[in-house]
């Protein structure tokens, strides 16, 4: 009978694979954590507050919303996640003496949305469509946050002037 011995030889042939590995990983998760820690929105406050930022990291620490509906740019059922309009303002403190905010997105396309809509349709601030988040997406990416809004049970008219309000790209909101 043969005896088995070890191989520290192997080890050490070995380790420089195991340092190649740990590094790739390392920067790995360099870019995760830098990309959730970059500013994603820019609130405005009323009356001249100071504006407030937000990254990816602290949006998905807040509450979180998710529902289906009809993308009438796809033609299809998506789901759609994130925090609601309102409560980031509550989060802030801008939800009892606004009435409206304004939504500006990176190509400086505006669109003003009153509270009471936000209040009545659950508008949330999304970064998550189906099962990725808008940067995993490489077609048809959304931006790192858009609006979203369930539109399903809507009349026709009330879909369309819902669905004016979805904007992407979204980089400042103004809260008046």
Do not use: C
């Amino acid at each position: 009978m043969r005896k088995m011995r070890s191989d520290r030889g192997a080890f050490y042939r070995r380790w420089p694979l195991f340092i190649v590995f740990a590094v790739l990983m390392a920067a790995f998760t360099l870019v995760v954590v830098e990309a959730e820690s970059d500013i994603i929105l820019t609130v405005v406050g009323p009356r001249n507050t100071p504006s407030i930022s937000y990254t990816g990291l602290r949006i998905k620490a807040l509450p979180q919303n998710s529902f289906s509906t009809f993308d009438q740019w796809d033609r299809k059922h998506r789901r759609y996640t994130g925090v609601g309009v309102l409560t980031l303002l509550e989060d802030i403190g801008y939800a009892s003496d606004s009435s409206q905010v304004e939504v500006i997105s990176r190509n400086n396309h505006r669109v003003s949305i009153d509270l009471s809509d936000i209040r009545r349709y659950g508008h949330i601030f999304s970064y998550r469509m189906d099962d990725s988040d808008y940067a995993d997406i490489p077609e048809d990416n959304k931006g790192p946050v858009a609006i979203a809004v369930k539109t399903d049970n809507l009349g026709e008219r009330e879909r369309q002037r819902i669905s004016d309000q979805v904007v992407w790209w979204i980089e400042k909101i103004i809260v008046r």
